[in-house]
């Protein structure tokens, strides 16, 4: 399941890390959407 950011708080499944350069998904939710959309790539 992606994250919908019209259903769902970002809080509740992401993170900052390094300084806030990345996104970390701290839910199955998070961890997935981060993944597949290559949020750090």
Request: aromatic residues 12%.
């Amino acid at each position: 399941m992606f994250f919908n950011p019209q259903k769902q708080l970002w809080i509740e499944h992401f993170a900052w890390i390094n300084g806030a350069t990345q996104v970390i998904g701290v839910t199955a939710t998070g961890r997935v959407t981060v993944t597949a959309l290559r949020i750090n790539q």
